[in-house]
């Protein structure tokens, strides 16, 4: 990058460790936003292919190259470009998704308008898929949701520098193949988050995502850090974390057993919350109430049975029927139970 080049707002993070085959599609995909108040911070990690050679094709001025002399993983070659930004904003990209045009620009113009929140991420769509990523937008709901699993796609979030600098914030290497989902529990406790609610990522699918390549390592590590805020957040030594988890019956149970210890390990988290208020309610329970209608509804196997459980139960009371997504999945649900 050019040494006369002024701080720019925005410092786009991207590591790379043998990334030609999508690489050029990502870099481009950066250098073509509508917003351009930003440098291009690119750490290769050791790559033995062409990617460096890549990289070097562009002679865009925002274009900042680290070699690392050798591969030192995702996580510290995260924290090295983190030390290594002096903008206001980061935001994170992977050398194998598309970030839409106005990505950054949507992006910056929200954090600008919402100077308390600290980092968002946006919706993303599957490449060649119809699926989309639709995580919560409002914080306290995102800060219940990490109960689950994380709520930011980690190569969609903008982050706000100072606040990270000020909570001494970075990843954790004890988290390996979960590092992201860790940070968004240790951010949230010292600010909010947010989520656009629009697609402005394009995320890739192949057969060399960690989600993939390392799915054990990272389920057990997904597990811990669940087990953490549990603990730490309220209270609570629990090692029956598909009854947590899940909302598909395990096949050892019967339907209404996994219903019963369901319904009751919510209502418990509930009640563990009343007393330590970590979380901010109603979005605790409103949280809560959304898994349990997605429990009933994808065990209900067209008994109108289950639906009447669900409508007197409490948990359905605290539905926030406010969000779209809640009355699809009761529609759907109702009528595969007429239609038994």
Not at 17 to 45: C, M, V
Not at 249 to 255: A, E, F, I
Not at 297 to 311: C, E, L, Q, T
Request: charged content about 30%; hydrophobic content about 35%; aromatic content about 10%.
């Amino acid at each position: 990058m050019d040494k006369n080049t002024i701080n720019p707002k925005v410092t786009v993070l991207m590591p790379v460790y043998n990334g030609e085959k999508y690489l050029r599609e990502a870099i481009e995909s950066i250098l073509n936003q509508t917003f351009t108040d930003f440098e291009f911070l690119i750490i290769n990690d050791g790559s033995t292919d062409r990617s460096e050679k890549i990289i070097r094709s562009y002679t865009d001025h925002r274009i900042r190259l680290v070699n690392n002399e050798e591969n030192l993983g995702v996580i510290d070659s995260l924290n090295k470009g983190l030390n290594l930004v002096t903008s206001k904003y980061i935001a994170r990209m992977d050398a194998d998704d598309i970030s839409l045009p106005k990505r950054l620009s949507t992006q910056v113009k929200f954090m600008d308008k919402h100077p308390e929140i600290g980092a968002t991420g946006t919706w993303v769509k599957i490449m060649n898929k119809k699926e989309t990523i639709k995580h919560f937008s409002n914080s306290e709901k995102i800060k219940t949701n990490l109960l689950f699993g994380s709520s930011i796609v980690h190569p969609s979030i903008l982050i706000n520098k100072e606040k990270m600098d000020k909570y001494n914030i970075k990843y954790d290497k004890n988290y390996k193949h979960g590092e992201d989902y860790e940070l968004w529990t240790r951010m949230i406790k010292y600010f909010p988050i947010s989520n656009i609610k629009k697609v402005l990522l394009l995320y890739r699918v192949h057969d060399s995502n960690t989600g993939k390549t390392n799915s054990e390592t990272q389920r057990v590590i997904s597990n811990q850090i669940k087990k953490n805020q549990l603990k730490n957040n309220l209270d609570i030594d629990f090692l029956d974390i598909t009854t947590h988890q899940s909302v598909y019956k395990p096949k050892d149970l019967d339907l209404e057993e996994y219903l019963d210890k369901k319904e009751n390990w919510f209502d418990k988290l509930i009640q563990q919350n009343n007393k330590l208020k970590f979380y901010s309610e109603p979005e605790f329970s409103q949280v809560l109430s959304q898994r349990w209608l997605k429990t009933c509804s994808v065990n209900s196997n067209h008994s109108y049975k289950i639906w009447k459980r669900f409508w007197k139960s409490d948990l359905r009371k605290k539905i926030d029927w406010k969000e779209f997504e809640n009355w699809k999945l009761s529609v759907r649900f109702l009528i595969k139970c007429l239609m038994k």
